[in-house]
């Protein structure tokens, strides 16, 4: 599974005087088993450039290709795409509608033609792999606490089993502990499932910790696209586009400034330790 | 913040109508309503459109921007013209098909009322693209404050209206949002029935309900929080206030209504 993006443009409110364009020639190719993440100030274009990716949004011009075939081709069919490009949106619990847990984890499986059974199978499955507990199956979404109705939104997304999983800042909301549990599910749906992931995200440790490459927007162009090692040595540039990079990125250099032959490419605390044991010892 | 009001197609410019008071605008555009069903004949309607030229020319609105409500009624202004084309009774036809019979007073009121549709529409576009939606509820309530005395509830119909405003641009963005997040779950809004359809809406209708009532309520403790306690005594940061503009716009405005009153008694 592959998804290309070519020269991709698209504008807001085209035709009027709030005309805005949301992104530049965009030019990205998204291959199968990554885990990608994407970063960029507020306003930068990110959910605008992810909801081009499963055909939600037209682009205004340019093209794009899933599996080399055109997605704005006539006889291409769009409802296909979004089951295997799964898209969770910034606060997914606002779209749960269902009166129990159980239905709502279903909507998508039974959409997309599935029986019964294999839809509640499927959301069985989803559920526990999202890690609900299994007693609140039966009951109404509504009650849950913000981060458990995230998870059953997740579930409801994986589900549909797709190929690919794009989530729209996933913790956005979520206390220290809450953010840990939705990260650690999405690095086993990439490391277990082997589903491919775009993660979009402001926290640079966040982003540091889990993915193996980064796509910066900044103002609807893609800045930096490479793996976080290269794209945070040029941290100076992040901040002038209102972003920073990782803390230990700046402990580093400055312990490098300060005469400590330390290995200013370590974006994780993890890295960042071996590096300065290995430097001090 | 942009999205905030593109209700009612404000176009932002610096131009002297956008800065009139509303109250002016809102008399202003009352006047030009009238003025439209007085006139009657070729003088009056050449004073009507130098007066809508003006205004037009003077709000620094692209003309294009002005003209595009009519496209909407563009159905509703060809059956106008039909009927009246065609139903005017009168006495010497000058064109026959059929049953159908057209008169010269036909022509006549046809032709009229193509002009005051349009010149309608037009002529309210000026105010509805110079005025933002919420200066419009603050002029409506100032100029009828006067009817509080006989009990009306002149501000709490206005804040109800600048509130109801303001949400509308929000629902619709999350109209927006909620139906995109199901289509990516393979929700189809599009195909099907009409009791299809209307299932199918379900999905989109129970998260925009909650999250309607959701807002309702964090406004109105939002509200209650900064001591809202509704109209008594409450001022406003920026308190609606005459200037040396306004009042020519309103001289030539009643200058207008007397000359087209005027031409109408002379039937010009
Ligand atoms: N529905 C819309 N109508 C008009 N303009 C929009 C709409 N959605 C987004 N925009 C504009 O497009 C630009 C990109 O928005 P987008 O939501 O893609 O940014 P983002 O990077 O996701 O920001 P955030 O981090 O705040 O979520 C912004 O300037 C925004 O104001
Ligand atoms: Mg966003």
Redesign the pocket.
């Known amino acids: 599974m592959s998804i290309i993006l070519d020269h991709v443009n698209y504008t807001?409110?085209s035709g009027t005087a709030y005309e805005?364009q949301?992104l530049k020639d965009i030019n990205i190719q998204i291959e199968d088993g990554q885990f990608i993440g994407i970063i960029?100030h507020?306003?930068?274009?990110?959910?605008?450039?992810i909801q081009h990716m499963n055909g939600l949004v037209k682009a205004t011009s340019g093209a794009i290709y899933f599996n080399g075939q055109d997605i704005y081709d006539e006889d291409f069919d769009l409802r296909n795409l979004r089951t295997k490009v799964g898209l969770v949106f910034?606060y997914p619990e606002h779209q749960l509608f269902e009166t129990t847990i159980f239905d709502d984890v279903s909507f998508g499986p039974k959409n997309q033609g599935l029986t019964k059974d294999e839809a509640g199978l499927r959301a069985f499955e989803a559920l526990k792999m999202v890690g609900l507990d299994e007693s609140l199956y039966y009951q109404s979404p509504f009650d849950l606490s913000g981060g458990q109705k995230r998870r059953v939104a997740i579930a409801g997304v994986l589900a549909m089993r797709p190929e690919m999983i794009i989530l729209d800042?996933p913790t956005a909301g979520l206390d220290p502990k809450g953010r840990d549990e939705i990260l650690d599910l999405i690095s086993k749906m990439h490391d277990e499932k082997n589903i491919t992931i775009v993660l979009v995200s402001?926290s640079m440790e966040d982003v540091a910790k889990y993915v193996q490459r980064i796509i910066v927007?900044n103002d609807g162009s893609v800045m930096f696209d490479d793996c976080p090692s290269e794209v945070f040595k040029h941290y100076k540039e992040l901040e002038a586009a209102g972003l920073a990079a990782p803390q230990v990125t700046y402990l580093m250099h400055e312990l490098k400034e300060r005469g400590i032959d330390v290995d200013t490419e370590a974006t994780t605390v993890e890295e960042a330790k071996r590096s300065i044991l290995k430097a001090l010892c | 913040m942009?999205?905030d009001i593109t209700l009612g197609q404000y176009y932002p410019a610096d131009s002297v109508i956008h800065k009139l008071d509303p109250r002016v605008k809102l008399v202003g555009t009352l006047v030009y309503i009238v003025s439209l069903f007085l006139f009657k004949g070729p003088v009056g309607f050449l004073v009507i459109t130098a007066f809508l030229a003006l205004s037009i020319k003077l709000s620094k609105v692209p003309f294009l921007y002005m003209v595009k409500g009519l496209k909407a009624i563009m159905i509703l202004m060809i059956i106008t013209a039909l009927f009246n084309l065609f139903l005017t009774p009168g006495e010497t036809p000058i064109f026959t098909l059929g049953p159908l019979k057209m008169y010269p007073e036909g022509v006549k009121t046809a032709i009229f009322m193509l002009i005051r549709l349009s010149y309608l529409i037009v002529g309210t576009s000026v105010m509805t693209l110079t005025t933002t939606p919420n200066q419009l509820t603050d002029g409506l309530e100032k100029g009828l404050m006067p009817l509080s005395v006989i009990g009306v509830p002149v501000h709490a119909i206005a804040m109800m209206m600048s509130i109801a405003l303001r949400f509308i641009p929000i629902l619709i963005?999350e109209t927006?949002l909620i139906m995109k997040a199901q289509m990516a779950r393979g929700a189809d809004f599009e195909t099907g029935g009409i009791i299809k359809k209307a299932k199918n809406m379900v999905p989109l209708l129970v998260p925009l309900f909650v999250s309607a009532f959701r807002r309702a309520d964090d406004l109105a403790m939002a509200m209650e929080a900064r001591c809202y306690t509704g109209g008594k005594g409450r001022t406003k940061m920026k308190p609606l206030k005459y200037s040396g503009n306004d009042a020519r716009a309103y001289l030539l405005t009643f200058v207008f209504l007397a000359v087209v009153i005027v031409l109408r008694i002379y039937n010009l």
């Open positions: 807001y409110s805005i949301a960029g507020t306003g930068s274009g990110k959910s605008t450039l910034q800042e402001h927007m | 942009l999205r963005e927006d």
